[in-house]
């Protein structure tokens, strides 16, 4: 596994935690994110209204259900660099394809690795 690799399962890792947590506070608190648990409108009115403007709107579009279809693309690029190592017997990173370098900026950014 290189580095890069696993900064993406790392980064996949801690988004599925962070996703957990929020769904663990949102069953706790039912009252504060009304309507119930699970429901995405939940979520973005619960956000939006604590931080409100463009950072609440921001934040409220990255409901869980976004973060864990991120934390899968995260894997599934991973995994895919990782079969392509197994087939060519090499541990190497595919510089040069887009969709990788666009997987590894987002975990590292989401890490705090790097700014964009």
Partial sequence: MTNATATLRTAAARMRTHVQDVLDEMDRRPDYWN?????????????????????????AAWHP?????????????????????DLLGVISE???????NAAVRVARSYLGEVDV
Avoid at 94 to 100: E, G, H, R, V
């Fill in 65 to 85: 259900g976004v973060a864990l279809a991120a934390a899968d693309w995260l894997d599934a690029t991973a995994a895919k660099s990782e079969e392509l190592n």
């Fill in 35 to 59: 309507p119930p648990l699970g429901d995405t409108a939940a979520y973005s009115q619960g956000v939006d209204s604590g931080l409100g403007g463009p950072a609440g709107t921001l934040a």
């Fill in 94 to 100: 595919p510089a040069n394809d887009p969709i990788w």
